[in-house]
């Protein structure tokens, strides 16, 4: 069994890294087109809100329904749960892609003022556009929890590389000659990919059919457990929304500096936040559903143990290294070296945002997994509010870089107000040892980090490409001497040596 997870946690780690990959790449393709001029903020202005709705529908849906199969499928009606919540799923969907798609204009008009003209018409077919996928995004949504629940975790991810890569395809093939609009209609035609791919995985296995009534009373049970969780997944989106609206209030360009700082500091969590929590979440369920509530505290203390052992460092490193990371990936076509310096400046003060925000990843999954999302819908939206006052504030005195520093002070806020709440909950999680970890860990990132700035500072004006290279390669063999020195267990967990997550 440890064997087979460790393969399918390989294979999970390999396409996630292509996934993610191809993110960038879309990023690194929106800069060189457009720099950080207006038809750059056109393009995120017009994602956010469809983004919103598609992180409502896939990271809620992979949360809500993994334990809602699980536990249907140990009485033997897991496939019928699947084929009900499908094509509910897609009903729902629909209606809300064509509810939005009417609202379009007053949505652009409203939070992007400073957008005008061809820029605000330009956004609001983009939004449309991207809009009508939600019907196709339903159904792979829930295709992709299935793969989940089964510990074929690297499908899902694959099919969500496919809609990446039909982006990147269209941009290189038409942005030239339609600007902007080959991003949005690329990723139009990802999703209807992404969609062909499962279905030619699951038809000829007769796992999926459109034949039958829907059972409305088990589709009922599921949304009221998927709806707060939707939402929850949600907030992420809609603070974006928020820090898009304050963005372009305070001038042009800065909501293409926050995206691009933002979509790249996000890469480690994505990889490894992200990968560690689908990996630990059916575990979590599995504990859960046998009444195993030891397991299931341990499996969540281990999963924030390596979730701070491996992003610590990663993210450290990272930020010491800002301004030649953003030189080497962005600083081509239009993009120029002050977009880098601002593009850099942003990303700083998003590290808090990523670091909180990863660890919730697992608390979250706690939460689902005893179908206490509601608990999760109503610290996200007291977060809401108070990331619209802090933005309020902090761009009053530190201009756009508040916006960041507001995200991170409210991951901070909503992470200790998550663990809090979930130890109450559960009646309290072991963390005595959790935390001479985490201690040791900080301790050593603290060693590497210091290496890394006078490596840096040695090399001087070297190529960013080589001194990236010198200051990660030295970074690692620091920390990891640090690791063995202060014998810091998270490591020996990810070898399977010290207790993990799977057991």
Request: glycine share 8%; charged share 10%; proline share 3%.
């Amino acid at each position: 069994m440890k064997s087979k997870l460790r393969m399918a946690s390989l294979l999970l780690l390999f396409v996630t890294l292509v996934l993610k990959v191809s993110g960038l790449i879309r990023d690194m393709l929106i800069t060189n087109y457009f720099g950080a001029g207006s038809e750059a903020d056109a393009y995120y202005a017009a994602f956010a809100l469809p983004n919103m709705f598609i992180l409502f529908l896939t990271t809620g849906m992979k949360s809500a329904f993994v334990p809602s199969y699980i536990k249907y499928k140990e009485k033997d009606r897991g496939l019928v749960h699947l084929q009900d919540v499908w094509k509910g799923t897609l009903l729902f969907s629909l209606l809300i892609s064509i509810v939005f798609i009417f609202i379009a204009p007053l949505y652009i008009g409203l939070l992007y003022p400073n957008l005008a003209g061809d820029n605000a018409q330009m956004a609001t077919i983009m939004t449309i556009i991207f809009l009508s996928s939600l019907s196709f995004v339903g159904v792979n949504a829930v295709l992709e929890a299935y793969f989940d629940a089964e510990n074929r975790y690297y499908l899902s991810v694959l099919a969500q590389a496919i809609v990446l890569l039909g982006t990147i395809g269209s941009a290189l093939l038409f942005a030239d000659e339609i600007g902007a609009y080959a991003f949005a209609f690329g990723n139009l035609a990802g999703v209807i990919l992404s969609l062909l791919f499962k279905l030619v995985l699951l038809l000829p296995k007769r796992t999926l059919s459109l034949r039958g009534r829907i059972d409305w009373a088990e589709n009922k049970q599921f949304y009221r457990i998927f709806i707060p969780v939707a939402l929850t997944a949600m907030i992420g989106q809609i603070t974006l929304l928020i820090d898009n609206s304050f963005a372009n209030m305070l001038g042009s360009s800065f909501v293409t500096y926050l995206n691009t700082a933002k979509n790249l500091t996000q890469f480690p969590q994505n990889i490894v936040g992200v990968s560690i929590g689908t990996i630990v979440f059916p575990l979590l369920a599995a504990a859960y559903a046998k009444q195993d509530m030891a397991g299931f505290k341990a499996n969540i203390t281990r999963g924030l143990q390596i979730m701070y052992f491996v992003l610590l460092p990663v993210l450290t490193g990272m930020m010491l290294l800002m301004p030649e990371i953003v030189s080497l990936l962005f600083e081509r076509g239009n993009f120029t070296s002050h977009d880098v310096g601002e593009t850099s400046t942003a990303a700083y003060y998003y590290f808090g945002t990523i670091l909180f925000y990863s660890l919730v990843i697992i608390i979250n999954n706690g939460f689902y997994t005893m179908e206490k999302g509601h608990y999760m819908m109503r610290l996200g939206f007291l977060s809401i509010g108070l990331k619209f006052l802090l933005n309020y504030l902090f761009t009053e005195s530190f201009g756009f870089i508040g916006i960041p520093l507001s995200t991170s002070v409210t991951g901070l806020v909503y992470a200790t107000a998550c663990f809090l709440l979930f130890r109450k909950l559960t009646g309290g999680i072991p963390v005595r040892e959790m935390l001479t970890d985490v201690a040791k860990t900080t301790a050593g990132v603290l060693i590497m980090g210091g290496a890394v700035l006078l490596i840096k500072a040695m090399l001087g004006d070297a190529q960013p490409i080589l001194t990236i290279l010198i200051c990660a390669a030295a970074g690692v063999i620091v920390f990891l001497i640090c690791v063995f020195l202060m014998k810091i267990k998270s490591f020996y967990i990810l070898l399977g040596r010290g207790g993990s997550a799977a057991e």
